[in-house]
T-cell receptor, first 114, second 113 residues
């Protein structure tokens, strides 16, 4: 079945440094939808950005990601981390067939310190 | 005004009992979902419904039963509760299907003693 892999469980950064959170996926379908959801402490997850277009950069709130179907990747990046970016980040996959299942990765906790 | 309401916010139950978690969404969405999040496991898909029909079930145990009385309601009945069921249960909705953005409710935090 479909799967999403986030290799880092915890990423710790100093404010101002660049952020990169890794996400790779597996699906047999050729047109998947990829999502990044962010969950701040004691809140519910909310969408950060999503994409289904190969090799097109998607940006929102200073974060960006590019879906690369050739490498099955959808890494999340930001040029300069802020303290408020500290949160749990989930990469997620919908297979693009119009179904009703979303597969979430195991999540990466980002901690930004002064 | 909150667009997705989950009740109760906190729930304490004894092992072996039964509880119902309530979810209502006022976003006009056609698809609704249940997720579970615990310290041991990250966000875990449980069920999806569309127009009150079960579309996907990834929960192995029959102790978890979704119930939809209206298109914008999706409750979760849990029977024979176990301590391992302790988690935060999130209800979510999307406009049409899983390709659309999921909007999550505030969650119900369940503790089974």
């Amino acid at each position: 079945g479909d799967s999403v892999t986030q290799t880092e469980g915890l990423v710790t950064l100093t404010e101002g440094l660049p952020v990169m959170l890794n996400c790779t996926y597996q699906t047999i379908y050729s047109n998947p939808f990829l999502f990044w959801y962010v969950q701040h402490l004691n809140e519910s997850p909310r969408l950060l950005l999503k994409s289904f277009t190969d090799n097109k950069r998607t940006e929102h709130q200073g974060f960006h990601a590019t879906l690369h179907k050739s490498s099955s990747s959808f890494h999340l990046q930001k040029s300069s981390a802020q303290l408020s970016d500290s949160a749990l980040y989930y990469c997620a996959l919908s297979d693009g067939t119009g179904g009703y299942k979303v597969v979430f990765g195991s999540g990466t906790r980002l901690l930004v310190s002064p | 005004d909150p667009k997705i309401i989950q009740k109760p916010k906190y729930l304490v139950a004894v092992t072996g009992s039964e509880k119902i978690l309530i979810c209502e969404q006022y976003l006009g969405h056609n698809a609704m979902y249940w997720y579970r999040q615990s310290a041991k496991k990250p966000l875990e898909f449980m069920f999806s419904y569309s127009y009150q029909k079960l579309m996907d079930n990834q929960t192995a145990s029959s102790r978890f039963q979704p119930q939809s009385s209206k298109k914008n309601h999706l409750d979760l009945q849990i029977t024979a509760l176990k301590p391992d069921d302790s988690a935060t249960y999130f209800c979510a909705s999307s406009q049409r299907d899983s390709q659309d953005t999921q909007y999550f409710g505030p969650g119900t935090r369940l503790l089974v003693l």
